[in-house]
């Protein structure tokens, strides 16, 4: 984004909620309104460079009488072919993005603030390119009347254009401000936000767009550590410089165990010539000895040496912008907060049911990884070489609670982990992750053994994503899908799960534990959709599964540290949110399991068969919870669940957080969905066995 002297307040929303009459008020305000469906109209004024573009894309058909564009030709082609909508995308956004910079040049200094104005920053993943961002929302009944109104549509017709966008949900999850605008004044909301906003903008922007780090090795360096890499052939050559710091600290029993510290710093080489990959890592290596072994790598080449300019530096700004950098805070307030956690727990369990407690295990860590990556590729007749780097910071607070009662021992878990800094762990977060953990162990102690049978089972959003990630997102990872190791390989374009069932990775979400501004590969994080209403769209790509099937990178090259290769991996997975009130999910439910907590499990990736075990589940009868269960399973066949699904709720809001592993390497991610409604799945359990509903 263009640098300014003012403040810039990304504002988006969906068709209809009503964000223009929103731009108007901060307009009326002073504010200047950047409107990004008017640049789009200039991208392809009639005799512009843009215009002819599209023609050429799309035929002379999209061109009225006058040869200018005909826009409602052109949207009934985009909006019923995601295909077309991506290739206009293409060929527009570089063409916007280009009038923005300009018109934000072109502002005076004094000006009071820009508001960037644009349905798609969630969709693009530019959420996070702003001082503030804002969307605006509105009840669906009320945005289909409005279009209705407004462009004549037909329900079918506006709802399409409706499911084109990102939910009202989603954008939320990025947003600083949601503002409901269904009738209500909004004056006051309006006085508060731009008040906020004016006051901490320069302490954002700082935050978000952070000052280059000192580097290990100059951008001279690096450039001839590539040189000595391509020097006898290759395709592709990439330095990746980590430099990292944790700590980690552990209480069982009110006793301090560990207490420990560490700190790395290496390097990788990476050398790609067609198939092959060869590679290197070093510890601490000096500059000649990274020198040396670019040659090392190089060796085997019998090509010709590449002709490198100099390195083009590339700046992305972080989704998670930092307040405190837990490096800075002493070891003793950390020890204080797990001492405070602790104590906490035992006295919430003696309010709950005092002499159930038994154990409490208190770990925290935390970790701020640097990296620099310089790479080198084709490009046109020549080369392209490039630097960037990333400033990672992860927190994370976890509570394992055991009670018993004389006759039986249960265990509640709960973490609290985000990209941020040690401003994560307020007092209000702390009491609530150490509340729920009790409560979770306490509860379960009054639980009855779960029946087992084959029952419909509503999948409460508080459950978290654990099916998502584990059932279907790693058969989206395209070096499983290349593999032949997916149930989702070859069937890009076809129907595999139910319409309606949209899912999402996105490295861009706000201060989730998968996001970054950008991936061990040096590529900007984006948000990707792996399947539109059933429809499968994508797989998650690293540079080298890209590179075979002819597409581009996602920014899920990841690994877990200089010592590994990036792989594709997920990050911030999830289901997006449907329409239908959760609470009336639930009442419908006849006889079935509701699973409020999901814990670990097993899953094939081939066939998609999983089984997962639920941590708190209630027996549902005729709508209503009538006991907790215990010792429940769930199993069943993640693609046919996705298939089966026909109620999915509107409350997109928690994330569940883990260290994934694969190939040997762990990276952190977090996933979610709203509360859906299986069909069928097999429920495991020691109870005697319920004749099953299906």
């Not at 990333?390 to 709960?414: K, M």
């Not at 706000?510 to 209403?533: F, M």
Request: proline residues 6%.
């Amino acid at each position: 984004m263009h640098p300014t002297p003012f403040p810039l307040l990304g504002l988006s929303g969906g068709i209809a909620a009503g964000k223009s009459f929103v731009a108007s008020e901060l307009a009326r305000r002073g504010w200047t309104v950047i409107d990004a469906d008017a640049l789009a109209r200039e991208a392809v004024a009639p005799g512009s460079e843009g215009l002819a573009a599209v023609a050429d894309t799309f035929g002379p058909g999209i061109l009225g009488p006058d040869g200018g564009l005909d826009r409602a030709r052109l949207a009934a082609e985009v909006f019923s072919d995601d295909r077309a909508r991506h290739r206009l995308n293409a060929l527009l956004h570089p063409r916007i993005e280009a009038l923005l910079a300009a018109r934000l040049a072109a502002l005076p200094p004094a000006t009071r603030g820009a508001v960037l104005d644009a349905a798609l920053w969630v969709e693009r993943g530019r959420a996070h390119h702003f001082d503030a961002f804002w969307t605006v929302d509105a009840p669906e009944d009320l945005r289909l009347a409005r279009l209705a109104a407004r462009d004549g549509l037909d329900p079918a017709a506006a709802r399409a254009r409706l499911r084109a966008q990102a939910s009202g949900p989603e954008r939320a999850l990025h947003a600083d401000r949601v503002i409901l605008n269904d009738g209500r004044d909004l004056s006051g909301i309006l006085d508060g936000a731009e008040a906020a906003l004016l006051a901490d903008w320069k302490i954002r922007r700082a935050r978000t767009w952070r000052t280059p780090m000192a580097a290990p090795f100059s951008p001279d360096q690096l450039r001839e550590v590539l040189a000595a890499l391509l020097a006898r052939g290759g395709d592709y050559a990439e330095v990746f410089v980590e430099r990292r710091k944790a700590h980690a600290l552990s209480m069982d029993d009110g006793r301090m165990e560990d207490v420990l510290a560490s700190e790395a710093f290496g390097a990788s080489l990476r050398l790609m010539e067609g198939e092959t990959t060869r590679f290197a890592d070093l510890i601490a290596p000096a500059f000649e000895e990274l020198l040396e072994a670019a040659r090392t790598l190089a060796a085997p080449g019998k090509g010709l040496p590449a002709e490198l300019p100099g390195l083009v530096t590339e700046a992305f700004p972080t989704p998670s912008p930092v307040a405190v950098d837990p490096d800075t805070v002493p070891l003793a307030d950390k020890v204080a907060l797990v001492r405070r956690a602790e104590a906490l727990a035992r006295d919430h369990a003696a309010n709950l049911r005092p002499g159930a407690l038994k154990q409490v295990s208190v770990g925290y860590g935390d970790s701020t990884q640097r990296v620099w990556i310089a790479s080198a590729e084709p490009e046109g007749s020549g080369w392209l070489a490039r630097a960037t780097e990333d400033h990672r910071t992860q927190g994370v607070l976890r509570l394992n609670v055991t009670a018993g009662d004389g006759q039986q021992l249960q265990t509640g878990y709960q973490a609290l982990g985000e990209t941020r800094g040690f401003e994560l762990f307020t007092d209000e977060a702390v009491a609530r992750t150490v509340k729920e953990a009790v409560r979770l162990a306490v509860q379960a102690l009054d639980a009855q053994p779960a029946p087992a049978g084959t029952f419909p089972v509503v999948l409460s959003s508080t459950a978290g994503g654990t099916m998502i990630h584990e059932a279907c997102g790693h058969g989206l990872e395209a070096d499983l899908a290349l593999a032949g190791m997916s149930a989702f390989a070859g069937k890009l374009g076809e129907k595999v799960a139910a319409e309606g069932v949209t899912i999402i990775d996105d490295g861009t979400l706000p201060h989730k534990r998968g996001s970054q501004a950008i991936d061990d590969e040096g590529n900007p994080v984006s948000r990707v959709v792996l399947i539109e209403n059933g429809i499968l769209k994508a797989y998650l790509q690293s540079r080298k599964t890209a590179r075979k099937m002819a597409t581009e990178p996602t920014g899920n090259g990841r690994r877990e540290s200089y010592r590994h290769l990036p792989i594709p991996r997920m990050r911030n997975t999830f289901l997006a949110a449907g329409s239908e009130s959760p609470e009336a999910i639930l009442k419908d439910l006849d006889r079935g399991l509701l699973v409020t907590h999901m814990g670990g499990g097993q899953v094939d990736t081939v066939t998609g068969n999983f089984v997962f075990q639920v941590t708190e589940g209630y027996w549902v009868e005729q709508g209503e919870r009538k006991y907790p269960v215990k010792n429940a399973t769930l199993s069943g066949c993640g693609p046919e669940v996705l298939k089966q699904l026909t109620r999915i709720g509107s409350d997109l809001h928690h994330f569940d957080i883990g260290t994934c592993g694969k190939d040997g390497q762990g990276v952190p991610v977090s996933d979610a969905l709203p509360t859906i409604l299986c069909p069928a799945l097999v429920v495991g359990g020691t109870a005697e066995p319920l004749p099953s509903v299906i």
